[in-house]
T-cell receptor, first 115, second 116 residues
């Protein structure tokens, strides 16, 4: 079956511009996670969605970052007024149900470069 | 707070040799443990996981790992390396006490290089 998909695969933007990154989780998966992979910080958690519940935003690095998930499916991560330190690979993962022990399935990522 | 330490940012082996990638964790309670593999320009793929039960877990592609509570370790091994194993490997933990979601805390990764 289809895995997690993300678009675009690559995005180059100028400092100060806003960007939107999209994630399509595996059909039927209720949990969705965003992570960021950067040279300086490694892999770090950003935000978590579970069904229609309020998201856990504890990993977002600043208020320039926001995310939404429409209809419990597709998610969009938005970065406003991008900075060079936002350059990273943004990974999305989905999980078949909430809670313990269920592995996360990752998409291929979006590589963001801020010039 | 949980943390993960992966010793060695790069590990080089010859094809056919034993692969050993080290992972140690710090956690107030035994965590759930995971190994992921990342091939160039791809996302993360789960190799294996430990949650409860048998401490020796087997995963895909011939890899296995053993949870040793006394050593707070979860080292990844494979008896015989193949060229296709060349990739970056990440150890990760999550907190079993977290109800609702399983935030993964990752190590810094180990790049495995396999020479003919």
């Amino acid at each position: 079956g289809a895995g997690v998909s993300q678009s675009p695969s690559n995005k180059v933007t100028e400092k100060g511009k806003d960007v939107e990154l999209r994630c399509d989780p595996i059909s039927g998966h209720t949990a969705l996670y965003w992570y960021r992979q950067s040279l300086g910080q490694g892999l770090e958690f950003l935000i978590y969605f579970q069904g229609n519940s309020a998201p856990d935003k504890s990993g977002l690095p600043s208020d320039r970052f926001s995310a939404e998930r429409t209809g419990g499916s597709v998610s969009t991560l938005t970065i406003q007024r991008t900075q060079q330190e936002d350059s990273a690979v943004y990974l999305c993962a989905s999980s078949p149900r909430q809670g313990r022990s269920y592995e996360q399935y990752f998409g291929p990522g979006t590589r963001l470069t801020v010039t | 707070a949980q943390s993960v330490t992966q010793l060695g940012s790069h590990v080089s082996v010859s094809e056919g040799a034993l692969v050993l990638l080290r992972c140690n964790y710090s956690s107030s309670v035994p965590p759930y443990l995971f190994w992921y593999v990342q091939y160039p320009n791809q996302g993360l793929q789960l190799l294996l996981k430990y949650t409860t039960g048998a401490t020796l877990v087997k995963g895909i592609n011939g890899f296995e790992a053993e949870f040793k509570k006394s050593e707070t370790s979860f080292h990844l091994t494979k008896p015989s390396a193949h060229m296709s194993d060349a990739a970056e490997y990440f150890c990760a933990v999550s907190d079993p006490a977290n109800t609702g979601f399983q935030k993964l805390v990752f190590g810094t990764g180990t790049r495995l290089l396999v020479s003919p």
